[in-house]
């Protein structure tokens, strides 16, 4: 059984040292580009629902924009909270931002995704960049995407963020959950090797107008709680290229009030069940425990026990030492993960501690449809608002 679990897991970490490899020559994070490149090419779409305590920054950020970002639509889903009297002030300071009302939410629609296709029914510019209401766009953003985009021949391209004013809390467990990502689909890079192994981050999706209506704008994704993986894979299976770039230098984010907020939201799609088949999200949960539940309890385990055969040969030596080169792995790709973080409290460095509270987040996601999103409850089997 021991030679079994050897032999298992080695091969997971042998396709993990696969996947992490490209990371070494990775593009490093998209600076800003102000000046007058691109102007008039770019329509942002926001989708918010009761957003008044963190939409501020957001539309800060884009009044900054230069003359790239041709207008932004800001899709309110009849919030109750002061968010369309800020929205209205935003627009009075600049007129490129239109607040708008979506239509009413139709059944099997998520309620983000059906402000986001009303965006983009609305949008005039050549290309289409959704980003989350808590989002702080960076000067130059706009630009710069679409500057990316365009010298590397994408249709459609996300952006990693930089992660702001987290607590001591969540810089421990946050970055584990990262890592599952990571660890699952290998770092940011221009292209997947596969469809149906791309990843995307909708806090900052650019896509061609053009390119988004042939592929049935955000349809797709409609019933979907990993939207953006959901769509991205959708236009990459149709042959549209799709990138995922580190965005660290153009767009940050504070999404959560707590690690309480952010077990619950970032743990509601991380298992990536509605972008991926039911036999790869298995394969995936298990890639996940071997490689990340099982390494540090194993080794904690070998030193309680002071059990000779960690040190002679045979099975028992060959799985303590593959354990300690997954744990050592792990340490290694802090240094890589810390330009995703504005800040990095001690914590942040012992986050590969947490690394199988993480693993069973994914498998508790996996077994779990959301009922959940924001301020808004839906019915688990048909997406229907309660």
């Not at 059984?1 to 298992?8: K, T």
């Not at 629902?49 to 790239?68: K, T």
């Not at 009302?101 to 998520?110: G, N, Q, R, T, Y």
């Not at 744990?327 to 199988?356: C, K, M, N």
Request: net charge positive; with cysteine.
């Amino acid at each position: 059984m021991l030679a079994l679990l050897v032999v298992v897991q080695g091969f997971a970490t042998a396709l993990l040292i696969l996947r992490l490899l490209p990371g070494r020559t990775r593009r490093p994070p998209i600076a800003p580009l102000t000046g007058d490149a691109h102007a008039g090419k770019v329509t942002v779409v926001v989708a918010c629902l009761d957003e008044a305590a963190r939409i501020g920054p957001c539309l800060m950020g884009l009044r900054r924009q230069g003359p790239a970002m041709l207008e932004a639509l800001i899709v309110d889903s009849r919030s109750t909270d002061g968010t369309w009297e800020l929205l209205g002030d935003a627009a009075r300071q600049d007129s490129r931002i239109r607040p708008m009302h979506d239509d009413p939410l139709p059944p099997e629609w998520v309620g983000k995704v059906w402000a986001l296709e009303h965006g983009l029914r609305h949008a005039r510019g050549d290309w289409v960049l959704g980003i989350d209401a808590d989002t702080t766009p960076q000067p130059g953003m706009v630009a710069a995407v679409v500057n990316a985009a365009e010298q590397l021949g994408l249709d459609a391209v996300s952006f990693a963020p930089r992660f702001n004013e987290m607590t001591v809390a969540e810089q421990w467990l946050q970055p584990a959950m990262l890592t599952t990502l990571v660890y699952r689909f290998g770092a940011a890079g221009e292209k997947a090797p596969a469809p149906d192994r791309v990843m995307a981050n909708g806090q900052c999706f650019l896509a061609k107008r053009s390119v988004l209506l042939a592929n049935g704008g955000y349809s797709s994704a409609r019933r979907s709680w990993c939207d953006d993986v959901t769509l991205a894979r959708h236009m990459a299976r149709n042959g549209a290229r799709v990138g995922f770039l580190d965005g660290a230098r153009i767009i940050g984010v504070r999404a959560y009030s707590g690690i309480g907020q952010m077990w619950r939201e970032w743990g509601r799609s991380i298992d990536l069940k509605d972008g991926t088949t039911p036999f790869t999200q298995f394969l995936d949960c298990c890639f996940v425990i071997l490689t990340q539940f099982v390494p540090l309890p194993a080794l904690l385990l070998a030193g309680a026990l002071h059990v000779p055969e960690w040190r002679a040969g045979g099975p028992g030596a060959a799985w303590f030492w593959l354990n300690v080169a997954l744990v050592s792995i792990r340490v290694l790709l802090q240094f890589g993960l810390a330009g995703s973080y504005a800040e990095r409290h001690w914590t942040f460095w012992l986050s590969f501690t947490a690394d199988p509270v993480a693993a069973v987040r994914i498998v508790m996601s996996s077994l779990k449809r959301p009922r959940q999103w924001r301020t808004r409850h839906y019915d688990a089997d048909t997406v229907v608002p309660a």
